[in-house]
């Protein structure tokens, strides 16, 4: 099969990869973008946005998500229901083959891939997936209504969680590894004022218990006594923090030590003339929508410079 040629491919779709497209779409470059499996990317699996300008009374991730790309279509970006399986970024056009069996080659390249929740690595946490294990409160918790749950996790997304699920269950703990929160002072307020959550301190998870009907208890141990102890409840959720998806991209692209694609100075520039990276894929500080945004818009300013000062010959 011949490979199609686009001048800009965006591989995500989260609010770095669509605004990326706004800007390539206004600049004339023909976006394409791959949306990869989480169409949205993880806005769509959180509660009310109330820090992004513009929505002085929140709106829902999903549908900020979906104006966004309407925004991105409206100037003519091409976006595919459909994940990039292989990159070769060895030279220019840079060839990609999708999940749908497509081979493009693209002159550019913006990564966008987001980042992913992170998971214990427990046996018993794959066991019971779906079954009283979830890593998205917003989408799980209806699930557990009048039910006691567990949030493991002690940054500002674990007890956004917990705050989250107290409105729909009859107990949440917090279970926290060390004897202090990493969240924000303003999360922690809303925690520890909270009389439905009950943090439960230097605990780590050491298994989650359950049978056929999914999770009847989680086994936790405290980090200072070393003593175990089994506390009863019906949900597990995770908020332990973000990998970044880069794994396709290993051995080709520079990655800082956590995994993140290494930008150059203020610019969305890679190592590679030509790739370019937005978003939380190479941010392991702000993590925010509204950045994750502005970097899509510097990907893809960066990225028509980049185009018009070195065109490939046809
Ligand atoms: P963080 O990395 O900030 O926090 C992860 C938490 O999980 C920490 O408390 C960490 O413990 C704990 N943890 C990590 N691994 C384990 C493990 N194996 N077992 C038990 N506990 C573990 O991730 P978040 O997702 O909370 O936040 C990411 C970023 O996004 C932050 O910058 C945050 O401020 C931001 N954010 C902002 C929001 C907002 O502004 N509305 C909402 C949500 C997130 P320890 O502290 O001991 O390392």
């Given at each position: 099969?011949?490979a199609?040629?686009?001048?800009?491919?965006?591989?995500?779709?989260?609010?770095?990869g669509?605004t990326?497209?706004?800007?390539?779409?206004?600049a004339?470059?023909?976006?394409?973008v791959?949306?990869?499996?989480?169409?949205?990317?993880?806005?769509?699996?959180?509660?009310?946005?109330?820090?992004?300008?513009?929505?002085?009374?929140?709106?829902?991730?999903?549908?900020?998500?979906?104006?966004?790309?309407?925004?991105?279509?409206?100037?003519?970006?091409?976006?595919?229901?459909?994940?990039?399986?292989?990159?070769?970024?060895?030279?220019?056009?840079?060839?990609?083959?999708?999940?749908?069996g497509a081979?493009?080659?693209?002159?550019?390249?913006?990564?966008?891939?987001?980042?992913?929740?992170?998971w214990?690595?427990?046996?018993?946490?794959?066991?019971?997936?779906?079954?009283?294990?979830?890593?998205?409160?917003?989408c799980?918790?209806f699930?557990?209504?009048n039910?006691?749950?567990?949030?493991?996790?002690?940054?500002?997304t674990?007890?956004e969680e917990?705050?989250?699920?107290s409105?729909?269950?009859?107990?949440?703990?917090?279970?926290?590894?060390?004897?202090?929160l990493?969240a924000?002072?303003?999360?922690?307020?809303?925690?520890?004022?909270?009389?439905?959550?009950?943090?439960?301190?230097?605990?780590?998870p050491?298994e989650?218990?359950?049978?056929?009907?999914?999770?009847?208890?989680?086994?936790?141990?405290?980090?200072?006594?070393?003593?175990?102890?089994?506390?009863?409840?019906?949900?597990?959720?995770?908020?332990?923090?973000?990998?970044p998806?880069?794994?396709?991209?290993?051995?080709?692209?520079?990655?800082?030590s956590?995994?993140?694609?290494?930008?150059q100075?203020?610019?969305?520039k890679?190592?590679?003339?030509?790739?370019?990276?937005?978003?939380?894929?190479?941010?392991?500080?702000?993590?925010?929508?509204?950045?994750?945004?502005?970097?899509?818009?510097?990907?893809?300013?960066?990225?028509?410079r980049f185009?018009?000062?070195?065109?490939?010959?046809?």
């Amino acid at each position: 099969m011949n490979a199609e040629r686009v001048k800009c491919l965006i591989i995500g779709s989260g609010p770095a990869g669509y605004t990326a497209a706004i800007y390539a779409a206004r600049a004339d470059l023909n976006p394409v973008v791959l949306e990869g499996m989480q169409s949205g990317g993880q806005l769509t699996i959180t509660t009310e946005i109330e820090n992004f300008p513009g929505y002085p009374q929140g709106v829902a991730g999903t549908e900020m998500m979906s104006q966004i790309r309407e925004q991105a279509e409206r100037f003519g970006t091409q976006v595919r229901a459909d994940s990039v399986i292989k990159a070769d970024l060895s030279k220019r056009p840079f060839c990609i083959e999708t999940e749908s069996g497509a081979k493009i080659e693209a002159e550019s390249v913006i990564i966008a891939t987001g980042a992913s929740a992170r998971w214990l690595g427990l046996e018993s946490e794959r066991e019971f997936m779906g079954q009283g294990v979830s890593a998205c409160a917003t989408c799980d918790g209806f699930f557990y209504k009048n039910e006691v749950v567990a949030v493991i996790g002690g940054g500002d997304t674990a007890c956004e969680e917990a705050d989250y699920l107290s409105k729909i269950c009859k107990k949440v703990y917090l279970v926290v590894r060390r004897n202090e929160l990493r969240a924000s002072k303003a999360m922690q307020e809303r925690v520890l004022s909270n009389e439905k959550i009950e943090v439960l301190w230097n605990s780590k998870p050491n298994e989650i218990l359950g049978d056929i009907n999914g999770v009847n208890a989680l086994r936790l141990e405290d980090s200072i006594s070393g003593l175990t102890r089994d506390v009863e409840l019906t949900g597990v959720f995770l908020a332990i923090g973000h990998n970044p998806n880069t794994d396709l991209f290993k051995g080709q692209i520079d990655l800082d030590s956590h995994g993140y694609i290494e930008t150059q100075g203020k610019t969305s520039k890679t190592n590679i003339p030509g790739v370019f990276a937005a978003g939380d894929v190479m941010d392991p500080l702000y993590r925010q929508a509204i950045v994750a945004a502005g970097s899509g818009c510097r990907a893809a300013m960066d990225c028509e410079r980049f185009l018009s000062e070195n065109p490939i010959a046809e």
